[in-house]
């Protein structure tokens, strides 16, 4: 049995333990369905669910460890739900949509426009 934030710092879900620990005190996290402290003991089967910035990872637990290795050893912690998976990724499709789709000025402005932000932002 590990420690949850221990868990999620050595599966490189967040760099430092502290983080992990603030991050699953807002409610960020979830152990089978249900709100955890930091010091809830984790085992093997468990369902976590994780939010981090915009994105929701779904993982069942694979394996335990308290140490921090390499990447590719912190993916073998866990595997990562089908469904979730497709979720994360139809979200950064979109987001990336969105970032193209958006207008971007282009060059800098010149000084006759930067008079007219000027005037706009006067104006409030």
Known sequence: ???????????RFYK????????IE??????NGQRCKPA??????D?????KDQLKWVVDVLELSENRGPAKVAQTLYEETEAS???RQDKQLLSKLEYHSTP?????PSKKDR?????????R
């Open 47 to 51: 369902q976590i669910e994780i939010k």
């Open 104 to 108: 971007k000025p282009e060059g800098r």
């Open 26 to 31: 807002q409610g960020k996290v979830k152990v």
């Open 115 to 123: 008079r007219e932000i000027q005037k706009l932002k006067r104006k």
């Open 1 to 11: 049995m590990v420690r949850i934030d221990k868990w999620l710092w050595a599966a």
């Open 40 to 45: 809830r003991c984790i085992e093997v089967g």
């Open 16 to 23: 430092t333990r502290s983080l992990a620990k603030k991050k």
């Open 85 to 87: 998976q497709q979720a």
